[in-house]
Structure formats: structure tokens, C-alpha cells
């Protein structure tokens, strides 16, 4: 009879071990992979690098899937660097691609299926063709990021080997320490060149040959009101006579009782009952730039005229103003054009001119629509009286204060709210998305136009001067708040201005946005904010 032999199985901390110690590779490369994903957004370096490139001119779906693609090839490059496994590194890196750009291709879609009218109708087969694009490039770009790390992984762990054995044998010739060495020399010129270069393409190829002198813009964009932190806090100090600056005198208008409430619905929006149809017509203008001894002689001012407008004879439509960017960054930021054409066509807006002034090419690059302190840059003039009055006097406006609005977002936020404030006999109406409300708040590039002058700060700070108006003034302004209150920086600005025009007793609605600052926020909330003011001067009888 033969004995059958007993085979002992290995104990199960012994088998976990043995099974980490031969996925080693795959689980270093998973945990490297969920650190860069998790870590590039919890640092705000997704958000970062989507509002720089808006800032470059992509509209924000460009930016996200470029964002998504840039992290998920880093992903994958690191993954594989540091784990070897390079299928993982693939397959994760393509997953962060995929979960950073979904929602915007989810949301892309439903917008596409319920496009109607200028916009176009939805088609299944482009819809196939996109996904199929981005599942292709997508797996491209990590494959070749993960590939580009193998060779690199290979040449760092032959260098670390050659420590190693100079460590144990504490003496190696010298063509033994060439490849460290190379490694290192490497590594070194990679940490001394890479801020330089960050650098060279922000602010240009002299931003390192020239030492002092004011603090430069860069495509980080100051313009756009992102403040280097939180910015001051937003308090409103004792009001010193003769500080507050108001141009022009309102014209007579039905005034409303100050409520933070929405307005009234009882007038029902004139507008819909008969909507033009078609596209409206895009004007570029020139006019004589607002500064001296600098730049261009001209500043861009466009013009965009409704559906209808070069066929309604002498009819006169309200005016949107928007400032400081140009046109064509809100049409890439959220394709302006067919929006206000969609909008105008359906109904739910005006139809109405909008006038998107430029801040242009001055000595200053960031003058916050403001007189600046040396008196070189009039922009508070130009965009408060002189286009104005230039749009009144060529094209078919109701000039009234109560048919004119003023639209801005982020640093835009900022100047619409002071130009209303400044020119309340010009504008009625102001639209915020994502402002902030104390002069120079938006970061350092934003303080030189005011030149440290705690007057001029206090002049230029819609919270310092909202307060002191006019009651007559006060009971005559609109104002739309438009920002995600949970944001920082953005968010408690928002709060803390409305409480200002709550005590103010100015009329004024905070829409709560579910989008933080960014195009994103002003393409999903533009329609509801043009509605209110366009119920607000039907209110007023401007469509009488």
C-alpha cells in the first residue's frame, strides 16, 4: 500500500505576500496612477491649467480635453516610471482621461440633443465619429507617454544600481561614474530650466533680462481676475465726503422698491410675442484708443446686431455692454454668437445689441477699466461715456439708462460692477459673473493701475461706494449677481457685495451657480441673467 504524502499548503500571510511580491509592479504603477490623479485636482492644477488655456483662447470643452489628455498622459508617464508596468500605466492613464472629459462630453451631448434653430440638430453619426476620435487619441497619448518612460525607468535603475555597488565597494574607477553622473546632470538642468521656461512662455523671452520695474502679465491670466490668494476681505470702512465719484445724471425712470428678490413677472416679457428669426451681424470697429504714448493708436470695439435689425427700419433696441474682453474670447469661451442668436430666435432674450469693449494694448496690460492713477489710461472714461455715446449716435439704441446694461465676467465682474456705479446716468442694469468688488482684490497684477492711492482704491471699490449714492441714484440700479457661493475668493465676494447692496437698499438678485468661476458658469447662466434684465426693462416700459 503506498502512503499518499501530506503536502503542507503555505500559511495565507505567506501566499499574500508571494502575491504582492509578483504584482509588485502593477499595484506601485495603480497607487502612482490614483496619486497623480487625485493630487492634480485636490492642488488645483486641472483647474489651473483649463482657465490658462481659456485664457490662451480655447473655449472651455477645447481646454478640458486638452487638460484631460495633458493628465492623463502624465499619468501614465509617471505610473510606468515608477511601477514598470506599462499596460497598467496605459489603462489607467486613458481612465483619468476618460473621467476628467466625461462630464463635459456628457454634458455636450445633451446639448447637442436639444439643439434647435440657428444652432443646427443633433447627429448620431458625428456623435460615433467624436467618441471614436477620442477613444483613439485618447489611448495614443498615453501609450506614447507610458512608452517614452520605459527607456527612462530603464536608465535611472541602471544608474541607482551603479550607487549601489559604489556604496558596497566604496571605490569605483571613473567611467564607472559617468552614467550617474550624466543622470544627475540631467536631472539638475531639468529643476533649473523648467521654472525658466515656465517663464519664457508666460511672460515672454524677457521676462528674466529685466530685474525691477512694475509686476508683468502673463498668460496666468491677471486679466482674467484670478487672484494670486483670497484676496482682502470685503468690508466697507466709514465714508469719507467727497471720496465717492459718480459720472453723469440718471435720466427719469419708474423706480422700484429695493428688494434683494427677482423681478417682478407681473409684465409679461413684450419679446416673445413676435421673435425675429435668422443671425445677427458682427461689427468690428477701431476707435481712438483711451491713452497716450503707448501702443496702438485704435482699440477694437465690436458690435453684434440682433436677427432682424438691418430689416426693422427704425426700430431702437436696448444695449448689452460687456467689458474688458473681445469678442472673439467670448466666442471661443462659450460661442457667444450662436447663443445670442438662439436666444434671440426662441424668445427667451431681447433682442438687443451687445457691444463687447476691449481693454486693447495700453501702457498698462491690466487696467481694470479704470482712470489710472498717472493719468496715461482714461478706460473708466472711454467705456462708461465715450462708446456709448458712439453706439447712440451710429446704430438704432433706445439711449436711455434703463435700456442700457453692463456684462462682465470675473475681472469683467469687476468693471461692470464699477462703470454702473461710476456712469449710473449711462447704465441701469449690471451683470456679474464671478467679480470681485474692492479695487486691485483680483491679485497683484490688478493693483498698478491704482498706484497704491488709498483714494483712488476707495474711488474704484464698487463696496466702498455703493453705499454712499444717491437714494434718487440708488432706487434706478439693477443689479445681477451670478457666482458659486461655496468658491473661495469668488464666492465670499459675491456674498459680501450682496449684503453691501441688501443694506444699501439697491435692487439687485444673486443667482447661486452650480458651476465655479469660468466660462462654463457664464454659459450656463447667461440666458437667466439676460432674462432678468430684460423683465427688468419691461418692468420700466423701455419695449413700450
Not at 492644477?45 to 488655456?53: F, K, P
Not at 439704441?397 to 454702473?420: D, F, N, V, W
Amino acid at each position: 500500500m503506498i502512503e499518499k504524502q501530506r503536502v503542507e499548503k503555505p500559511a495565507a500571510g505567506v501566499r499574500v505576500r508571494a502575491g504582492i511580491r509578483r504584482h509588485r509592479g502593477a499595484i506601485v504603477t495603480a497607487a502612482v496612477a490614483a496619486l497623480v490623479l487625485v493630487g492634480s485636482g485636490a492642488l488645483g492644477l486641472v483647474d489651473g491649467l483649463n482657465t490658462l488655456l481659456v485664457a490662451l483662447g480655447f473655449d472651455p470643452d477645447r481646454a478640458q480635453l486638452i487638460t484631460a489628455l495633458v493628465v492623463g498622459g502624465t499619468t501614465a508617464f509617471l505610473a510606468c516610471l515608477c511601477g514598470g508596468a506599462r499596460p497598467a500605466a496605459i489603462a489607467l492613464g486613458f481612465a483619468g482621461s476618460s473621467w476628467l472629459f466625461g462630464a463635459t462630453f456628457v454634458r455636450e451631448t445633451q446639448n447637442a440633443m436639444a439643439a434647435t434653430g440657428a444652432i443646427g440638430a443633433f447627429d448620431p453619426i458625428g456623435w460615433s465619429e467624436t467618441l471614436l476620435a477620442f477613444v483613439v487619441i485618447g489611448l495614443l497619448v498615453v501609450w506614447a507617454c507610458a512608452t517614452c518612460a520605459v527607456p527612462v525607468r530603464r536608465e535611472l535603475f541602471a544608474s541607482s544600481q551603479v550607487l549601489v555597488a559604489a556604496g558596497r565597494k566604496r571605490h569605483l574607477d571613473r567611467g564607472t561614474w559617468s552614467r550617474p553622473l550624466a543622470a544627475l546632470l540631467v536631472l539638475g538642468l531639468l529643476a533649473l530650466t523648467l521654472p525658466l521656461a515656465v517663464d519664457l512662455f508666460n511672460y515672454g523671452a524677457d521676462e528674466r533680462m529685466i530685474s525691477g520695474g512694475p509686476p508683468r502679465q502673463g498668460l496666468v491670466p491677471n486679466d482674467q481676475g484670478l487672484p494670486s490668494g483670497n484676496g482682502p476681505p470685503l468690508e466697507v470702512p466709514t465714508q469719507t465726503p467727497g471720496e465717492t465719484r459718480v459720472s453723469g445724471t440718471a435720466s427719469a425712470s419708474p423706480s422700484a422698491t429695493p428688494t434683494p428678490g427677482p423681478s417682478p413677472t407681473e409684465v409679461p416679457p413684450p419679446w416673445k410675442a413676435s421673435p425675429p428669426s435668422g443671425q445677427g451681424r458682427v461689427v468690428y470697429l477701431a476707435l481712438g484708443a483711451p491713452w497716450v504714448n503707448a501702443g496702438s493708436a485704435t482699440v477694437e470695439v465690436t458690435v453684434y446686431l440682433p436677427p432682424g435689425y438691418d430689416t426693422s427700419g427704425s426700430k431702437r433696441y436696448p444695449a448689452v455692454y460687456e467689458a474688458p474682453f473681445t469678442f472673439n474670447l467670448w466666442n471661443s469661451g462659450i460661442h457667444v454668437k450662436a447663443a445670442l442668436d438662439t436666444l434671440i430666435d426662441e424668445g427667451v432674450i431681447p433682442p438687443s445689441l451687445f457691444i463687447f469693449m476691449n481693454t486693447g494694448a495700453g501702457p498698462y496690460a491690466d487696467p481694470e477699466c479704470a482712470n489710472t492713477y498717472d493719468g496715461r489710461e482714461q478706460m473708466d472714461d472711454f467705456m462708461g461715456t465715450t462708446v456709448p455715446a458712439y453706439i447712440d449716435k451710429h446704430y438704432r439704441t433706445i439711449a436711455k439708462p434703463a435700456a442700457r446694461a453692463i456684462m462682465g465676467m470675473s475681472e469683467g465682474g469687476y468693471c461692470a460692477a464699477i462703470l454702473i456705479l461710476h456712469h449710473p446716468g449711462v447704465f441701469g442694469s449690471e451683470i456679474s459673473f464671478s467679480g470681485y468688488f474692492t479695487a486691485g482684490a483680483g491679485g497683484v497684477g490688478t493693483q498698478p493701475p491704482f498706484g497704491g492711492n488709498p483714494k483712488l482704491i476707495y474711488a474704484d471699490s464698487p463696496s466702498y461706494i455703493a453705499s454712499g449714492l444717491a437714494p434718487s441714484v440708488k432706487s434706478r440700479l439693477y443689479i445681477v449677481l451670478v457666482a458659486q457661493p461655496s468658491q473661495a475668493f469668488y464666492g465670499s465676494q459675491a456674498t459680501g457685495y450682496a449684503k453691501i447692496l441688501a443694506a444699501a437698499a439697491i435692487r439687485y438678485v444673486f443667482i447661486h451657480a452650480s458651476e465655479p468661476h469660468g466660462w462654463p458658469q457664464v454659459r450656463d447662466y447667461l440666458a437667466q441673467a439676460l432674462t432678468l434684465v430684460g423683465l427688468r426693462q419691461a418692468e420700466l416700459g423701455i419695449f413700450a
